[in-house]
């Protein structure tokens, strides 16, 4: 699989730091739904976005771009977008005198232009600050201090989430306030959790988060960060953290496979997963799935006139599942589509300079049959 959001690797690719391209795809996972009752028929329809990692972390899209884009997104009928909350851009300089300072001006862009289109910023907490970081010079490592991890993701919370201070401090802006945090992004792939996962350190981490965010925002479900092999890490996660299995909001997936089948596939699983561990009732969310269309032979190829059929194939039978599905998002609506030879440069399915493309067309054709459907096919 690829990458991820916010730091190197991911569809996109590989980016480390507050420039990159961001969250992107490296393995296969599953998703969780955002309610905690069993998952059902009657269970509420998932809700769907897009990836925009790459408009923000690039830096390279003006606010007229950006503007562009998400308005053709939010005009597919798409209600959500998954993007990095920076921590290394929020909080450059390490807390003086135990008081620590953020930067939002990062992080305000991404929440102030998705609301501006009325979508809902899926934010992914990550990754390491340049000072926290467990390996000098590593921001994929995990942070030395948990602490200091969970203080920022409380204050993300405090500031976005509801009642948040950015909400009361922009009144003119339709309120969208965050009510869904993801803790890391894929820390079960070594190019995200440096030097190698390990899925006992990742459920401290969590668990801090989780319990900082809800003090500030108690009704925020914080779910565990895309997982590419979710039925060995949360299983691990478990034994070496017995009391998550009441403490868990939700699961993400990233369960990227050639076919629409291979990836509801990956959702299966998952959910098989959770109950074996008696987590069945706990909700799945896929956070990324999706195909670059370049260079041909490449993790996740599929050639670009099979992925719009790919795409709203997906959308139908993830919509229609009974696997207490709560999201679902594409890897990921827009990329550079530069570099032919580099795989994060085409998982994007808008163009990056405007216009329309069949993929799009296609992806507002799958909300659009998704959107009311019953759970209509055992997971």
């Given at each position: 699989g690829g990458g991820g959001p916010g730091g190197g690797g991911g569809p996109g690719g590989g980016r480390s730091g507050p420039g990159g391209g961001g969250p992107h795809r490296a393995s296969t996972t599953a998703s969780a739904p955002s309610t905690l009752t069993a998952?059902?028929?009657?269970?509420?329809a998932p809700s769907f976005g897009a990836n925009v990692n790459r408009l923000f972390n690039d830096r390279t899209y003006s606010p007229a771009q950006i503007d562009r884009q998400l308005s053709a997104l939010a005009a597919t009928g798409a209600v959500l977008a998954r993007s990095d909350a920076l921590w290394e851009a929020a909080e450059p300089s390490p807390p003086a005198g135990g008081l620590h300072r953020y930067d939002w001006r990062f992080d305000d862009a991404i929440a102030g232009s998705l609301a501006t289109h009325r979508l809902r910023w899926l934010p992914?907490?990550?990754y390491s600050a340049s000072w926290a970081q467990s390996i000098p010079g590593h921001d994929h490592s995990p942070p030395a201090s948990d602490g200091d991890y969970a203080a920022y993701a409380a204050a993300l919370a405090a500031r976005y989430g509801a009642g948040g201070s950015f909400w009361s401090a922009h009144p003119r802006l339709p309120p969208e306030p965050v009510d869904t945090f993801e803790i890391w992004n894929e820390p079960d792939n070594a190019e995200f959790w440096n030097p190698a996962p390990a899925p006992a350190r990742y459920a401290e981490l969590y668990a801090a988060a989780r319990a900082a965010i809800h003090a500030v925002d108690p009704g925020a479900r914080v779910i565990v960060g895309g997982l590419t092999h979710p039925q060995a890490t949360l299983t691990a996660m478990i034994q070496a953290l017995p009391a998550l299995r009441g403490e868990l909001d939700g699961v993400a997936i990233h369960p990227y496979g050639p076919t629409p089948a291979n990836v509801l596939a990956g959702v299966q699983t998952a959910r098989e997963a959770l109950s074996a561990l008696g987590l069945g009732s706990v909700p799945l969310y896929v956070t990324e799935f999706g195909w670059t269309t370049s260079p041909a032979g490449?993790?996740?190829?599929?050639?670009e006139n099979?992925?719009?059929a790919y795409t709203a194939e997906t959308l139908s039978a993830l919509a229609h599942s009974d696997c207490g599905l709560a999201a679902a998002l594409l890897y990921t609506w827009v990329t550079p589509e530069r570099n032919a030879a580099d795989r994060e440069d085409w998982f994007g399915i808008n163009p990056p300079?405007?216009?329309t493309s069949a993929d799009a067309a296609a992806f507002a054709a799958g909300l659009r049959e998704a959107s009311g459907a019953a759970a209509s096919t055992a997971c």
């Open positions: 998952p059902s028929p009657l269970a509420p992914i907490v990550d490449a993790l996740d190829y599929l050639p099979l992925r719009p300079g405007g216009g």
